[in-house]
């Protein structure tokens, strides 16, 4: 496929000019807008995002034909057989002539019957950069056994993506990955089976953690990292999982007991209190503040021991204090949104990092809300206390995990609204009044292509500042070395 573009600079041209494949004529004159694939109509974008390369949604097209022109005259010009693939160098000349202003997209398509052009759909380019990039774990859609599965990184302003870890490297699984602010040195990764720990890298180092004590449920998962870096908030959960019957959602996971505890990294304690052990409570998800003197989580009543009404298990989002210079937690729970109230559950509540916000997931019932079709993301207002849907950046199947870019300006989503079998990463913008942009999925060279033959879900998404330099051969070292490091406890 060749391409043609013409970028105007603004002290001249500064772009260069060819031949296409074949020269749009005799079009027809459409008066909609095209369907294309992926959706990238009325979009907000970074400035530093990568090509939105795509195709039509009809594929009975033979040609597709994309030309981007800004108000002061710069143009951009692809085409090509299955998508458009425009330069990655004049595309970012191009967004970065155009921060805080509108792109027009015109799109033809050629069929059996000749040319067609659809009315030109916008681009909006935000000023409001995007982190480097995010990492992701990448495995099949399973439920009782996984295969090939690893974390790996994707730089979000190109198409380069490489791995981290692979559990080719060792027996077993990897998940739970969590970074500090998106600080790729501050890292927590739970490896389950044989050679199962939690590998820490802190200050350089790459510690293999038995997380384990006779005082808690089990092993330490959910994790999220205090701004400070010092402190690691870790979830423990007996978790058990069944398949419906006669229900829109395949699978139900689900805990029989969980806890919380936070990791003192700097006196290798984990620091626990009885308000977040409680036997009567189902206690997850927990969550930094943006200054680090609260905890948010999800937390239910448990269910009787020989009950199974698994629809009547939700949870509401609460928080407790934390004292940073103590790491003494505080003497009541508060329930900040009353899910429960409205017939409701959430989970995987994120707080943007500026303190203005917090995403959650809201579905009718349980905590594990990736499989629930009728999962959406909301919105809390941190200073007012309000709710509301993120009806922009929702679809009609599952919105589950999430996580904000180091600006608070953008959210990471994982989504099925694609296909409703793989879960893959959408991004959408939220300004500094909360109101949120449609959702746009993750660019890829050629996006069809690529989402068609990579069976793999894109699972927690995570925003990473800068490359990770991970070194995936000493971490499978320390993984499948038998020694590990033990917690000591601390109660208060």
Known sequence: MRKILMIMGLMGLMGLTGCTDETVRDARQETVQPRIYPDYLGVTIPVNIAPLNFGMVDETALLVD????????HSLHSQGEESVDFDLDDWR???????GDSLSVT??????????????FPIHVSPDSIDYGICYRLIAPGYEVWSKMGIYERDLSSFDERALIENT????????????????????LHIRGPHGATLLRHNDAMTAYNTKTDQTLGLCVYPYWHPSGRYIAYSTNATSQLFHSADPNRIEVFDTASDLQIYDVEKNELLLSPLLKQDSVYETFPV?????????????RALPEDSHQLDSIRYNLCRIDFDPATGNFGSRIDTIVDAVAQHKSISFPRPSYDGRFLCYTLSDYGQFSIWHHEADLWLLNLATGESRPMTRANSDDTESFHNWSTNSRWLVISSRRDDGLFTRPYFCHVDAKGVVSKAFMLPQRNPRRFYRDRFLSFN??????????FDGRKASRVINDESRRNFGVRNN
């Open 460 to 469: 927690v998404p995570d925003f990473i500042i800068a490359p990770t330099h």
């Open 107 to 120: 799109v033809s398509a050629k069929y059996d019957d000749g040319w067609h052009t659809y009315r030109p």
């Open 93 to 99: 000349t191009l967004l970065d002539q155009n921060r």
């Open 66 to 73: 994309a030309v981007i022109t800004d108000r002061h005259g």
């Open 169 to 188: 490297q060792f027996e077993g699984c990897v998940n739970c990955h969590s970074f500090n602010r998106g600080n790729p040195a501050d890292m927590s």
């Open 288 to 300: 930094f503040s943006a200054d680090g003197r609260s905890l948010y989580f999800c937390a239910a």
